[in-house]
Every structure is written in structure tokens, then in C-alpha cells.
């Protein structure tokens, strides 16, 4: 006869099994794996393209791709910040990588994508990390206290810009994945996840991203292919970095922590990580608290952050 308490107790056993799988996956994830970012290091003269990335998290992730072999394409909007990033990342030494730019604010419309990417046409870019985005800081403004122009370049800037390069990027994408695995990987936010107060724009921008990132992975993985094309959504908890001069924490890296924790997941399968271990933890908790109080607490820090932010400006 099985008694009440055994029946309890493999009940028990079975409710626990996603928690246990869970915590497993997360050891195994952001302590025991081993980083497959030299997957991406295939063809001839393999390039990866990262924007944004004259400073904070691109810069970092640049340097850091640089370090292990790669080729590069940066993206920024300032020459005289992008030739000095060059110049510190040529500095690192080592060896004779290729570093090559472009220049473009994300923040307008109308640019000539085919135009832009040109010059880099004919290389093989196995890597692209779509870094360039942002929301200003937190202001007070509401929606209806913003002017349309506004909307559009912050959309622009965290959206369209990401979409619309990498749009014009796919077909070369697919000709590098023909001999090896290539990876487009997306900035997100854990904003995204929450949509603060005051951040609601952004944080649907970022949520575009994930979206995106799903959609474009059933295109090329499920759909057309396997084309070798495949795409994550990065969820970013906060980061030191030159427009988020938050102190650095157990929660918050410095840009160059972040970098690592990057190059670290890279190429892990998911269409969806958090780079970094404590930014999943936070994630966990969020999930656990339930929307009410998670919006409860996070309005009453929005409003402390507001007043900060205008006081420091
Ligand atoms: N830091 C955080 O706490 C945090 C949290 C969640 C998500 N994120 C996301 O992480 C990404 C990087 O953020 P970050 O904190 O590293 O930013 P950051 O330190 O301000 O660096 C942003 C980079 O993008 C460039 N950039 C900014 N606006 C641009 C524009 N309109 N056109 C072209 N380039 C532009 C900057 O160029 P200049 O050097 O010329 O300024 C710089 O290279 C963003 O997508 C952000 O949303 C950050
Ligand atoms: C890209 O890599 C392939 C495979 O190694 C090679 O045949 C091709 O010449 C490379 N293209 C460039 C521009 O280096």
C-alpha cells in the first residue's frame, strides 16, 4: 500500500523538478560552461560588427573581441572618439587585427543602410552585437509631454536602427554561416521586462528587440533552414558605463565585468539570457514577487531616481 506521506512525498519530488533543473541549468550556465565564443572564429578573416561602440558596454565588448582574434567593425557617431578608441584598442597590442568603422546617429531616420555597410560587404562577419541604445537618463515627462520628434529618435535609436542594419547585414550573415555559426546578438534591458514609470518607450523599444530576436531565429533556424543564423536577446540589468555612472556593485558590473559575461554566454543556444549571474537572479526574484509589488517598489524608486537625476543636471 503506498501511504499518504509517500504520495506527498513524490509529489513533492516531481513539483520540485523544474526548480532543480533550474538551479542546475544556472551552475552549469554562469560557472561550469565553457565559452564557445572561438566558434565564431571561422573563415577567413572573420569580423565581428559591434555598435555603439566607442564607449561603456560596446567599447568593453569590442576590446574584449579584439583580445581573442577578431576582426573588427565598429560603430559610432564621433570620428575624433572613434579614432581614439581605435587607437586604445591597437594599444592592447597583440596582434595586427583589422579595425574598421562607421559613423551614424542611431537616433535619426533616413540613413542609406546598403550604403553604410558597403565598404565591409565582402567580409566575413560571423558575430554582430547590436550594443547601441539608451533612454536618455529618467525624466518626468509623461508621454503626452513629449514631443513626437522625441518619440521617433528614441524608437530610432533603440528599434528601428538595430532592425533596419541588420536587415541590410542578412544576406552576408547567411554567406558567412556556410561555413560555421553565426550569432546577432541584441542588447536588451530588463526594463524591457517591467516598463517602469517615465521608461515606457524605452522599455517597449527593448521589448521590440526580443521580439524581434524570436521572430528572426524562427525565420532563419525553423523556417528557411537551418540558414546557420541565429539570434539572442541579452536581458541587462544595470551596468556601470559612461551614461549610467551608477556605482559598481554585486549587481552592477563595470562595463568591462559586462564584456566578459558576454563573451562568456556567447554562442549558449538561448534566444534569451542574461549575461550576467546576478542580473538572472534579479530576474528570478521579479518573477517570484508578482507584477503588483514589482510595480509598487519600482514606482517609488523611479520617483527617488527622478529627483536625483534632476537635481545632479
Ligand atoms: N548601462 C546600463 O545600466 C544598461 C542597462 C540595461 C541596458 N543597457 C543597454 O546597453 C547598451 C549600451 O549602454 P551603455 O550604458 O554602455 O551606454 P554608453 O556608455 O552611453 O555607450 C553608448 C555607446 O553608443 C554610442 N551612441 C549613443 N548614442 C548614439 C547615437 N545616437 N548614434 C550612434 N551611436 C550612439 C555612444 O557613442 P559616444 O561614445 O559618441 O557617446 C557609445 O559608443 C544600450 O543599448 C543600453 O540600452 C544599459
Ligand atoms: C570568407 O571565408 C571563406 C571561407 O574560409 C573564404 O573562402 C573567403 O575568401 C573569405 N572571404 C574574405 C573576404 O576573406
Not at 89 to 95: S, T
Not at 115 to 142: C, D, M, W, Y
Not at 156 to 161: E, I, K, Q, R, T
Not at 165 to 170: A, E, F, K
Request: overall charge positive; glycine content about 8%; some cysteine.
Amino acid at each position: 500500500m503506498v501511504s499518504v506521506a509517500d504520495a506527498l512525498a513524490v509529489l513533492g519530488v516531481i513539483l520540485s523538478l523544474p526548480y532543480l533543473y533550474r538551479f542546475t541549468y544556472f551552475i552549469w550556465l554562469y560557472f561550469l560552461r565553457p565559452t564557445k565564443i572561438h566558434h565564431y572564429l571561422h573563415g577567413d578573416a572573420p569580423y565581428a560588427f559591434v555598435t555603439g561602440a566607442t564607449d561603456g558596454i560596446g567599447k568593453a565588448t569590442a576590446a574584449e573581441l579584439y583580445d581573442r582574434g577578431f576582426n573588427l567593425i565598429l560603430h559610432g557617431r564621433n570620428e575624433k572618439k572613434m579614432q581614439k578608441v581605435i587607437g586604445e584598442l591597437r594599444a592592447r597590442g597583440n596582434r595586427n587585427a583589422d579595425i574598421q568603422y562607421v559613423l551614424a546617429d542611431a537616433t535619426k531616420s533616413g540613413h542609406d543602410f546598403e550604403k553604410l555597410i558597403a565598404p565591409f560587404k565582402e567580409l566575413n562577419i560571423t558575430l554582430v552585437i547590436h550594443n547601441v541604445g539608451g533612454s536618455n537618463g529618467v525624466q518626468p515627462e509623461r508621454l503626452d509631454e513629449r514631443p513626437e520628434d522625441y518619440i521617433h529618435s528614441l524608437v530610432h535609436w533603440n528599434a528601428l536602427f538595430p532592425l533596419l542594419l541588420t536587415r541590410v547585414l542578412l544576406p552576408q550573415l547567411r554567406r558567412s554561416a556556410k561555413h560555421g555559426p553565426v550569432l546577432v546578438q541584441f542588447v536588451g534591458s530588463l526594463a524591457g521586462d517591467i516598463s517602469p514609470p517615465r521608461l515606457s518607450i524605452y522599455a517597449a523599444s527593448k521589448r521590440f528587440l526580443e521580439a524581434l530576436t524570436r521572430g528572426l531565429d524562427n525565420d532563419e533556424h525553423y523556417f528557411d533552414g537551418p540558414t546557420g543564423v541565429r539570434f539572442t536577446y541579452l536581458a541587462v540589468g544595470p551596468v556601470n558605463s559612461a551614461s549610467m555612472p551608477q556605482k559598481p556593485s554585486l549587481n552592477t558590473p563595470t562595463s568591462e565585468q559586462f564584456a566578459k559575461a558576454i563573451i562568456a554566454r556567447t554562442g549558449c543556444g538561448l534566444r534569451r539570457v542574461a549575461p550576467y549571474a546576478m542580473h538572472a537572479i534579479s530576474q528570478v526574484v521579479v518573477e517570484a514577487l508578482g507584477q503588483r509589488t514589482v510595480d509598487y517598489y519600482t514606482a517609488e524608486e523611479m520617483k527617488t531616481l527622478i529627483k536625483t537625476y534632476q537635481k545632479s543636471a
